[in-house]
């Protein structure tokens, strides 16, 4: 079993939809939790980042982490055509700049207007 | 530079000839990490450098494959004798010191080996 599996995909929803993306994750030790998103042949940016349980807000972004579920969930609302990338978890169990970080494989999303 | 540069941008190379993949990162962040993302394999962690030191060179998948930093600044990743299934986007990443972590990502060096 890998450490952090999430669903390949690929997704596609109509403009307007809310979108789910999820991870689970088998490390306990893992407290730290980020979703990058990454646009066709350029590098994964930082969308969100979480410590511990709980929920996030920022805009149409919700981030959700579940650590008794190991559970870790991205919400996308009112998605737009610009929000079409791939989604990355990822996640470490230590924080600053020496934290390793371990990555889903990632979800292709596509938002047809 | 504004961001994490890496350089070539795109490679295409012979089975069995050597490469070297550089990465030059944001000013003023002391780790860099090496990643390869390969179609349907997500990113896979390679080589980690605090300064000009590597404390973790555990996903370095074999001895083909090393990595420097001089000046706790540029680094280079070389592959040895390349085989076919070396083929990936090679990603670079830096962070700062004192910060969550978060990894800025330069675009990547697309290593194509025929």
């Known amino acids: 079993q890998k450490e952090v599996e999430q669903d390949p995909g690929p997704l596609s929803v109509p403009e307007g939809a809310i979108v789910s993306l999820n991870c689970t994750y088998s490390?306990?030790?893992?407290?730290?939790f980020m979703w990058y998103r990454q646009y066709s042949r350029k590098g994964p940016e930082l969308l969100m980042y979480?410590?511990?349980?709980g929920n996030k807000e920022d805009g149409r972004f919700t981030a959700q982490v579940d650590k008794s579920s190991k559970y870790i969930s991205l919400f996308i609302r009112d998605s737009q055509p610009s929000d079409s990338a791939t989604y990355l978890c990822?996640?470490?169990?230590?924080?600053?700049?020496?934290?390793?970080?371990?990555f889903g494989k990632g979800i292709t999303l596509s938002v047809r207007p | 530079g504004a961001g994490v540069s890496q350089s070539p941008s795109n490679k295409v190379t012979e089975k069995g000839k050597d490469v070297e993949l550089r990465c030059d990162p944001i000013?003023?962040?002391?780790?860099l990490y090496w990643y390869r993302q390969s179609l349907g394999q997500g990113l896979e962690f390679l080589i980690y450098?605090?300064?000009?030191?590597?404390?973790?060179k555990s996903g370095l998948p074999s001895d083909r494959f090393s990595a420097e930093r001089t000046g706790g600044s540029v680094s280079t990743l070389t592959i040895q004798r390349t085989q076919q299934e070396d083929s990936a986007v090679y990603l670079c990443?830096?962070?700062?010191?004192?910060?969550?972590?978060?990894?800025?990502f330069g675009e990547g060096s697309r290593l194509t080996v025929l």
């Open positions: 990443a830096s962070s700062r010191p004192g910060g969550t972590g978060e990894l800025f």
């Open positions: 490390n306990s030790a893992f407290q730290y």
């Open positions: 000013s003023g962040h002391t780790a």
């Open positions: 450098f605090q300064g000009n030191s590597a404390p973790d």
């Open positions: 990822a996640m470490s169990a230590l924080a600053g700049a020496n934290s390793k970080l371990t």
């Open positions: 979480t410590y511990s349980s």
